[in-house]
């Protein structure tokens, strides 16, 4: 029996990435018409054979989130109605992940819906990187490939041939992944303890952790209003610390985001590319963004093969 076609497709949120993937596959984009009714509905129609093909639907859920999301359900569909034989969703930024737990009476658990959707919609599988949490891969009761940016980053930052590294968490929830980082950096940790207000604003208390004379880099796995992020490299300036950088997988920069870091004591916001920042770049030279094709097509390409990717859950 012959070898399922891989094809890899693209949603409107992020064309630039899924290109960059298939350059490394060495496949083209597959063809397919998106388009929107006068009402906003999503009109879609697959413009080639994909009978019995290994389909990878590229297409992470950053803003407009609704709008990407049913985008990608409704290809999802057209994909298992056109006798596709496996659909991969390629969601490099996973939406909604921010609320999974009932930390409150009569709140929703947005990030099971979300994957209970993308179930019935049709989708065989996920590739998904940097969960908020990952135990979100316990959501699906379809197989999830969870990729980690750690890689990319950590490469980046020890090509900048400092020393004294200081890897900090921005609260005690992210502990664990800055520790992670730290260690694979040979760097000592620190946590900025602060408190978050009932309006979702964070007041930093103080910082645990030696920082003065060492360059501090904080570590987060979204930065969306980047408040969090300009009271800490504050907090660590005040405590010493002689160079500040930050780094994100997933930059939402919403809001009034790149005016506050312009405005902050970052050196740099070091993010990747799981959602396009097209234009950020411009408004704001501190930004340094880092591709995340090279892992993700690897990681298709291995799951096309049926071979392992633990070595990309690094």
């Known amino acids: 029996m012959a070898e399922p076609l891989l094809k890899l497709f693209s949603g409107s949120a992020h064309p630039d990435l899924t290109q960059e993937i298939a350059d490394f596959l060495g496949v083209p984009v597959g063809e397919a018409r998106l388009q929107r009714f006068a009402d906003t509905e999503v009109a879609f129609q697959i413009e080639e054979n994909v009978r019995g093909a290994d389909v990878f639907l590229v297409q992470p859920t950053s803003t407009p989130v609704d709008s990407h999301l049913m985008e990608l359900c409704v290809m999802i569909d057209a994909f298992r109605r056109a006798s596709a034989s496996r659909i991969t969703a390629v969601i490099p930024y996973y939406g909604y992940a921010r609320q999974d737990r009932k930390d409150k009476p009569r709140v929703p658990i947005s990030a099971k819906l979300v994957a209970n959707?993308?179930?019935?919609?049709?989708?065989?599988?996920?590739?998904?990187?940097?969960?908020?949490?990952a135990q979100i891969q316990g959501f699906f009761d379809i197989p999830v490939d969870h990729l980690?940016?750690?890689?990319?980053?950590?490469?980046?930052?020890?090509?900048?041939?400092?020393?004294?590294?200081?890897?900090?968490?921005?609260?005690?929830?992210?502990?664990?992944?800055?520790?992670?980082?730290?260690?694979?950096l040979g760097a000592e940790l620190a946590i900025v303890d602060k408190r978050r207000s009932e309006d979702g604003t964070a007041e930093v208390m103080h910082v645990i952790g030696t920082v003065a004379d060492r360059v501090c880099v904080i570590q987060d796995d979204i930065i969306d209003t980047a408040?969090?992020?300009?009271?800490?490299?504050?907090?660590?300036?005040?405590?010493?610390?002689?160079?500040?950088?930050?780094?994100?997988?997933?930059?939402?920069?919403?809001?009034?985001a790149l005016d506050r870091v312009k405005g902050s004591a970052l050196e740099q916001l070091i993010v990747t590319n799981t959602i396009p920042q097209v234009g950020n770049a411009g408004i704001c030279d501190k930004l340094e963004v880092l591709s995340v094709a090279t892992l993700l097509a690897k990681a298709i390409q291995s799951i096309h093969d049926e071979t392992s990717v633990s070595s990309l859950f690094v």
């Not at 959707?117 to 940097?130: E, F, H, K, P, Q």
């Not at 590294?165 to 694979?184: I, L």
């Not at 800490?232 to 002689?242: Q, R």
């Open 117 to 133: 959707i993308l179930s019935a919609a049709g989708a065989n599988r996920v590739l998904t990187m940097d969960l908020h949490k």
């Open 148 to 184: 980690f940016a750690a890689p990319v980053i950590i490469e980046y930052l020890k090509s900048l041939q400092t020393d004294k590294f200081t890897v900090v968490s921005p609260d005690a929830g992210g502990a664990e992944r800055a520790r992670a980082y730290a260690k694979r």
């Open 227 to 256: 408040g969090t992020m300009q009271k800490a490299a504050l907090a660590l300036k005040e405590n010493g610390a002689s160079r500040v950088l930050a780094c994100a997988v997933h930059g939402v920069l919403s809001g009034p």
